[in-house]
């Protein structure tokens, strides 16, 4: 437009803040197209790639395998030269490696250490449970609580933070005190907006017992009986309760719990792990340096996220299950 009213090459450069190259070359694809050729370049070619889509197969093969005897793990160097050995390319570039493995969202030089269950019948066996609990129809005669516990360390300053202001964010130092440890026992109810933080120096059999007592005569003092999902730990058990009570006391309280564990490395089945991670990242992520401080913490959270309602949305079925996972079930449908 500005070519046309009769503004120069320079002038039409200078408003825009380009090149005069840029509005020759776009004042030539208006003449050799149109107006929309002009405004979108042609794909450029770019550089041919160095690896066949077979030698990137192979590259990414290579890649998970074990790495040559006397190294820990592939480098990009490794892979490099293991390429050139393979194929009758007479160099490879680390860069060219890198690239391939990245578009493939492999990184062979890293690994995480990673708790791999065994699916057996007890596994499955103890998912379907607790996922079949937490699809069924609220019923206050019978809750299902999720429970579980969580240590937490206390961290005191060393010195005082400064405040934020304009233009700065709040600083804290690098160096800080540790104030020992306490224990937090979570209770959620798997069905409504409901769940309690109970804040113990340690978490004993004793603990426990106390815990389930609390559930039964304070949390819910009128429900017959209350399901318990919990993961495996030892002082998960019936046992805790006659270690920490008189026998009339202990089986009193388990006669209104019913346990229902989550299969061994699978606390992800534990509905309130995920209340657990909301907790630390809403109001335990800084520094805390006394048991008294954690407990109004914890109790002012907790207040506020019942008075909102705020429920966990559990979406992983038994369906769900037996569908995703059906290569890991034991006996194979028919």
Same mark, same amino acid.
């Given at each position: 437009?500005?070519?046309?009213?009769?503004?120069?090459?320079?002038?039409?450069?200078?408003?825009?803040?380009?090149?005069?190259?840029?509005?020759?070359?776009?004042?030539?694809?208006?003449?050799?197209?149109?107006?929309?050729?002009?405004?979108?370049?042609?794909? =450029?070619?770019?550089?041919?790639?160095? *690896? &066949? +889509?077979?030698?990137?197969?192979?590259?990414? @093969?290579?890649?998970?395998? #074990? %790495?040559?005897?006397?190294?820990?793990?592939?480098?990009?160097?490794?892979?490099?030269?293991?390429?050139? =050995?393979?194929?009758?390319?007479?160099? *490879? &570039? +680390?860069?060219?490696?890198?690239?391939?493995? @990245?578009?493939?969202?492999? #990184? %062979?030089?890293?690994?995480?250490?990673?708790?791999?269950?065994?699916?057996?019948?007890?596994?499955?066996? =103890?998912?379907?449970?607790?996922?079949? *609990?937490?699809?069924?129809?609220?019923?206050?005669?019978?809750?299902?609580?999720?429970?579980?516990?969580?240590?937490?360390?206390?961290?005191?300053?060393?010195?005082?933070?400064?405040?934020?202001?304009?233009?700065?964010?709040?600083?804290?130092?690098?160096?800080?005190?540790?104030?020992?440890?306490?224990?937090?026992?979570?209770?959620?109810?798997?069905?409504?907006?409901?769940?309690?933080?109970?804040?113990?120096?340690?978490?004993?059999?004793?603990?426990?017992?106390?815990?389930?007592?609390?559930?039964?005569?304070?949390?819910?003092?009128?429900?017959?009986?209350?399901?318990?999902?919990?993961?495996?730990?030892?002082?998960?058990?019936?046992?805790?309760?006659?270690?920490?009570?008189?026998?009339?006391?202990?089986?009193?309280?388990?006669?209104?719990?019913?346990?229902?564990?989550?299969?061994?490395?699978?606390?992800?089945?534990?509905?309130?792990?995920?209340?657990?991670?909301?907790?630390?990242?809403?109001?335990?992520?800084?520094?805390?340096?006394?048991?008294?401080?954690?407990?109004?913490?914890?109790?002012?959270?907790?207040?506020?996220?019942?008075?909102?309602?705020?429920?966990?949305?559990?979406?992983?079925?038994?369906?769900?299950?037996?569908?995703?996972?059906?290569?890991?079930?034991?006996?194979?449908?028919?």
């Amino acid at each position: 437009v500005a070519a046309d009213e009769g503004f120069s090459d320079e002038v039409i450069a200078a408003t825009l803040n380009v090149s005069g190259s840029t509005i020759y070359r776009t004042k030539r694809r208006f003449v050799e197209a149109n107006l929309d050729g002009a405004l979108s370049e042609e794909p =450029r070619p770019g550089v041919e790639r160095k *690896l &066949s +889509s077979k030698e990137e197969a192979l590259l990414v @093969a290579t890649a998970c395998s #074990k %790495p040559p005897p006397g190294r820990t793990r592939w480098t990009l160097e490794l892979l490099a030269d293991e390429m050139v =050995r393979l194929t009758d390319h007479d160099e *490879l &570039s +680390s860069e060219t490696v890198r690239r391939r493995l @990245a578009e493939n969202h492999l #990184k %062979p030089w890293r690994k995480d250490m990673w708790c791999i269950p065994k699916i057996d019948g007890e596994y499955v066996a =103890r998912m379907e449970d607790v996922l079949d *609990l937490y699809a069924e129809t609220p019923d206050p005669q019978r809750p299902v609580v999720c429970f579980d516990e969580s240590p937490t360390q206390l961290i005191g300053e060393v010195r005082e933070p400064i405040a934020a202001k304009r233009g700065q964010l709040e600083r804290y130092d690098c160096e800080y005190r540790r104030n020992g440890t306490v224990n937090l026992f979570v209770f959620m109810d798997a069905h409504r907006p409901w769940r309690r933080v109970k804040v113990t120096d340690r978490r004993t059999n004793q603990d426990f017992a106390e815990c389930m007592r609390e559930l039964v005569d304070v949390d819910y003092p009128d429900a017959p009986i209350i399901r318990v999902v919990m993961d495996n730990l030892s002082t998960h058990s019936a046992g805790a309760l006659y270690d920490a009570f008189p026998a009339p006391e202990a089986r009193r309280v388990l006669k209104r719990v019913e346990f229902h564990h989550t299969p061994k490395h699978a606390s992800w089945l534990n509905m309130v792990e995920i209340e657990i991670g909301v907790l630390r990242s809403q109001c335990l992520d800084r520094r805390i340096d006394s048991k008294d401080t954690i407990i109004d913490e914890v109790a002012a959270w907790e207040q506020q996220r019942n008075a909102h309602g705020a429920k966990i949305q559990w979406m992983f079925t038994t369906e769900n299950a037996r569908q995703k996972l059906r290569k890991a079930y034991p006996v194979k449908e028919s």
